[in-house]
């Protein structure tokens, strides 16, 4: 009998179940990493959405192309989003995308009563020079901005970033969370009752905005 082969010998045992486990390990992740280009306008939760066809998940790297819409339609998952010129991402109210490790705007995002989490502290979060972000989430506390928080900004100076919502200018003032410099800077509320509209800062040099 071939020795190798002998499973009465626990030491074969073991060696194989050692050796079965690595081999599964490896195909699991590397099965689950896919790279989805968007097909067409359509739900993020849609298979038909993207090319691979699929449902996105937490390990997924998405890139939303030009002339497609794209609409948070269910809590969401994706490592990476990169959202090409012409392309645009919007929310259902109340629903969350959750993001592992980054954040590129090239095109429109616009998250107004919706909200997006970036997990991993160091991610990068980006705006490019056609980029333009609409910030207006549903959970407007500290807890609902780790896309500030735990992101690496990165705002080209002609990208666009619309404030709506701030859940403390007073004691954390919106430079304090931003690690570079600005783009065009729009304000629309304050916090404390406050309204003001239509406050713009264009071109900032500023790395801490310290509030009006």
């Known amino acids: 009998m071939n020795r190798l082969l002998d499973f009465k010998d626990p030491s ?7 050796a079965v486990t690595i081999l599964s390990l490896t195909c699991i992740h590397k099965a689950k990493a896919i790279s989805r280009v968007s097909n067409a306008t359509g739900n ?9 066809a699929g449902v996105p998940t937490a390990t997924d790297l998405l890139i939303i192309q030009n002339n497609h819409t794209i609409l948070i339609d ?3 998952l994706a490592a990476t989003i990169t959202v090409n010129a012409g392309g645009k991402l919007i929310w259902t109210i109340g629903k969350k995308l959750t993001l592992k490790n980054g954040f590129i705007v090239n095109g429109t995002v616009e998250i107004i009563e919706g909200d997006i989490e970036l997990q991993q502290p160091g991610s990068p979060f980006k705006i490019g020079p056609t980029g333009t972000l609409l910030w207006q989430p549903a959970n407007n506390t500290v807890a609902g ?5 735990n992101g690496i900004e990165d705002f080209n100076p002609s ?11 007073t004691n954390t003032p919106i430079g304090s969370v931003v690690t570079g410099n600005f783009g065009n800077l729009a304000l629309t509320t304050l916090s404390n009752g406050l309204l003001l509209s239509g406050i713009k800062i264009i ?7 310290l509030g009006l």
């Open 12 to 18: 074969k045992k073991i060696l194989v179940f050692l």
């Open 44 to 52: 993020f939760n849609s298979p038909a959405t993207w090319l691979p």
């Open 74 to 76: 269910n809590n969401s």
């Open 145 to 149: 901005a780790t896309l500030f928080t």
């Open 159 to 169: 990208s666009n970033l619309i404030i709506n919502k701030w859940y403390n200018y």
């Open 203 to 209: 071109n900032s040099n500023y790395t801490k905005f």
